[in-house]
Nanobody, 116 residues
Framework: QVQLVESGGGLVQPGGSLKLSCAASGIIFKTYRMGWYRQAPGKQRELVATIHTSDSTNYADSVKGRFTISRDNAKNTVDLQMNSLKPEDTAVYYC??????????WGQGTQVTVSS
């Protein structure tokens, strides 16, 4: 059974930082591209960042220079360090594990709220 469990969300003031973590089980973690996506109220789910098996990374333009994605293949975890947070970063953040169109999985999501 595949499980992706996110943690680290919460309420933070503008300009603050949060670190999200996703713990994966039930997959051969090192073979999966891992990613973080987010969905704000009334909006579609969007890509935030991905990290490939080669450790190459990709970021949405809106978070470049502020967010950093990293993975630990020994611990089966992927993290998202979020700095200089803005109110528009408020969303539910989802962890994603992608191997192919048939084998990809989502976590349950964790709420991030940026507000003063």
């Amino acid at each position: 059974q595949v499980q992706l469990v996110e943690s680290g969300g919460g309420l933070v003031q503008p300009g603050g930082s949060l670190k999200l973590s996703c713990a994966a089980s039930g997959i051969i973690f090192k073979t999966y591209r891992m990613g973080w996506y987010r969905q704000a109220p009334g909006k579609q789910r969007e890509l935030v960042a991905t990290i490939h098996t080669s450790d190459s990374t990709n970021y949405a333009d809106s978070v470049k220079g502020r967010f950093t994605i990293s993975r630990d293949n020994a611990k089966n975890t992927v993290d998202l360090q979020m700095n200089s947070l803005k109110p528009e970063d408020t969303a539910v953040y989802y962890c994603n594990a992608y191997y192919s169109a048939m084998f990809h999985y989502w976590g349950q999501g964790t709420q991030v709220t940026v507000s003063s």
